[in-house]
């Protein structure tokens, strides 16, 4: 047809597309499924990655306190009193970002407990919880959590 008011021939309009009922898209139903299955991908994804943040914070105050054995073995070795063992006798830091620790002089025979301990400060999840190291006698050493330190976020040396 030509447009003869507005001089426009018929190729000039752009072509009518048809839709059956059966082509109109994603209903709305089918959009809440997507929706939803995306929320529970997210939900576990946020969990898995919180417990990941917290054993990689745990290790790390594991590594600190590990920073104490060889000072402390050495004290042990040069025959130092009661005296020397502290975190400044062990010329290490009292205290991090998220630890206080205290040092126990080591038992005559058998296990001192707590030889090393980190008192966690700074994170609310295991605030005042502490992460312990026992020294045996025979010179190994054990690590020891506080009961209030969920299994999870453990290193698995301390599990």
């Given at each position: 047809?030509y447009?003869?008011?507005?001089?426009?021939?018929p190729?000039?309009?752009?072509?009518?597309?048809?839709?059956?009922?059966?082509e109109?898209?994603?209903?709305?139903i089918?959009?809440?499924?997507?929706?939803?299955?995306?929320g529970?991908v997210?939900?576990?994804?946020?969990?898995?990655?919180?417990?990941q943040?917290?054993?990689?914070?745990?290790?790390?105050?594991?590594q600190e306190i590990?920073?104490?054995?060889?000072?402390?073995?050495?004290?042990?070795?040069?025959?130092?009193?009661?005296?020397?063992?502290?975190?400044?006798?062990?010329?290490?830091?009292?205290?991090?970002?998220?630890?206080?620790?205290?040092?126990?002089?080591?038992?005559?025979?058998?296990?001192?407990a707590d030889?090393?301990k980190?008192?966690?400060?700074?994170?609310?999840?295991?605030?005042?919880?502490?992460?312990s190291?026992?020294?045996?006698?025979?010179?190994s050493?054990?690590?020891?959590?506080?009961?209030g330190?969920?299994?999870?976020?453990?290193?698995?040396?301390c599990?």
């Open positions: 047809m447009d003869a008011q507005n001089n426009i021939s190729r000039h309009f752009p072509p009518r597309l048809h839709l059956s009922h059966n109109g898209g994603y209903t709305l089918e959009m809440m499924i997507i929706v939803l299955i995306i529970i997210s939900a576990i994804a946020i969990t898995s990655y919180q417990t943040v917290r054993r990689t914070q745990l290790t790390t105050l594991y590990n920073l104490f054995r060889l000072p402390y073995q050495i004290m042990i070795d040069d025959g130092e009193g009661v005296t020397g063992f502290s975190p400044t006798g062990l010329n290490i830091p009292a205290q991090t970002k998220y630890c206080h620790f205290s040092v126990t002089a080591p038992a005559i025979s058998g296990v001192t030889a090393v980190c008192t966690i400060q700074n994170l609310p999840y295991i605030q005042g919880q502490s992460l190291l026992d020294r045996a006698f025979n010179g050493w054990q690590c020891r959590p506080s009961v330190i969920p299994t999870a976020y453990l290193p698995r040396t599990q």
